[in-house]
C-alpha cells in the first residue's frame, strides 16, 4: 500500500452516501474523501461513454486528495466504467453491484426482483450476475427512472412518492418475488418506505456492507497508515451547488453543519 492515506468514493450525487456510511461504520480511523458529481446527476439516462469520462475526471481529482483507494460508489457508473477506471489507474478500485450473489443464498421461492437504473440492469456486469449466480432462479429486472432524482431533492416523505415507488415494486409482487435487490445506492435511503410497501415477508437487500467488506479486505486491516487514531475524517466535494448540495447532505449522513467544497471538474 503507498503512503497515501485517504479512501476516496464517489457517485453522480448522493446516493454512494449509503455506501459510504458502511465504510464508515467498519473503518471508522480511516480518512474519507467523497465527490458528489451533482452538476451532472442522474447518471441513469447519460451514454456510457459519458459516464466514462465523468469517472475519469473525478478519479483524476481523488487522486489529487491523496487517496489509496477508490470506491465507484455508484451501480450506474460500476456498470459502465469500472473496467476502464481499473484499467487506467495503478490502484485498487472497487465498483458496486447489484446483491445477487447475497439475495440468491435467501430467496425461498427462487424469486428475485431488482430495481435499479437502466444503465445498470442492462450492463454486461449484471448480466454476468445473474448469468453466475441465478442458476435455476428467476430475476426479475425493474428499471426505476426518477428514484435518483427524489433522493436527491431530500423529500421523498409525500404521496407522490409512495404512488411512483409502489407502482415499480408492484409489478414485481404480481410475479411473487419474496426478495428485492436495491439495485442503486440511492435506494437504500429509500429502504424504510420501501420496506413498509412490500411487508415484512419480503427481503431487502442493497450493496453497501459488502462493498465495505471489499475495502477492508483490500486494504488489509481497519486502520490507516501511520499512528492509529480513534476516528478518520470526512471531507465533501460537489460540482454542483453547495448552497443546495449541503442541507440534503446534512440529512442523509445525519450530521448538521458539514461543509461541502465545489470543485469543477
Not at 428467476?138 to 423529500?155: F, H, K, N
Request: glycine share 10%.
Amino acid at each position: 500500500m503507498t503512503s497515501q492515506r485517504k479512501i476516496g468514493l464517489f457517485d453522480s450525487g448522493f446516493g454512494g452516501l449509503s455506501v459510504m456510511r458502511e465504510v464508515r461504520r467498519l473503518l471508522p480511523a480511516e480518512d474519507l474523501v467523497y465527490f458528489a458529481d451533482s452538476a451532472h446527476c442522474p447518471y441513469g439516462a447519460k451514454p456510457v461513454e459519458v459516464i466514462r469520462e465523468r469517472a475519469y475526471a473525478i478519479c483524476d481529482f481523488l487522486i489529487s486528495q491523496g487517496v489509496k483507494l477508490i470506491v465507484i460508489a455508484s451501480n450506474t457508473t460500476s456498470a459502465a466504467a469500472l473496467e476502464a477506471v481499473r484499467e487506467k489507474y495503478n490502484m485498487p478500485v472497487i465498483g458496486v453491484e447489484p446483491a445477487v450473489k447475497p439475495a440468491a443464498a435467501v430467496t425461498v421461492n427462487g424469486k428475485i426482483g431488482v430495481i435499479a437504473t437502466g444503465v445498470t440492469l442492462v450492463g454486461e456486469r449484471f448480466n454476468s450476475l445473474v448469468k453466475r449466480y441465478g442458476t435455476g432462479l428467476q430475476i426479475y429486472a425493474q428499471p426505476c427512472p426518477g428514484l435518483v432524482e427524489i433522493v436527491e431533492s431530500g423529500r421523498w416523505d409525500n404521496e407522490e412518492t409512495e404512488g411512483l415507488i409502489s407502482g415499480y415494486l408492484d409489478k414485481l409482487l404480481a410475479k411473487g418475488v419474496d426478495t428485492i435487490i436495491l439495485g442503486c445506492t440511492h435506494y437504500p435511503f429509500l429502504r424504510p418506505l420501501i420496506e413498509k410497501l412490500v411487508g415484512k415477508d419480503i427481503k431487502v437487500i442493497d450493496s453497501g456492507e459488502g462493498v465495505a467488506r471489499q475495502v477492508a479486505r483490500v486494504l488489509g486491516n481497519g486502520f490507516p497508515e501511520g499512528n492509529i487514531r480513534l476516528a478518520g475524517s470526512e471531507s465533501f466535494f460537489t460540482s454542483g451547488n453547495p448552497k443546495f448540495v449541503e442541507p440534503v447532505l446534512a440529512l442523509l449522513w445525519g450530521k448538521q453543519g458539514l461543509q461541502v467544497t465545489k470543485k469543477e471538474i
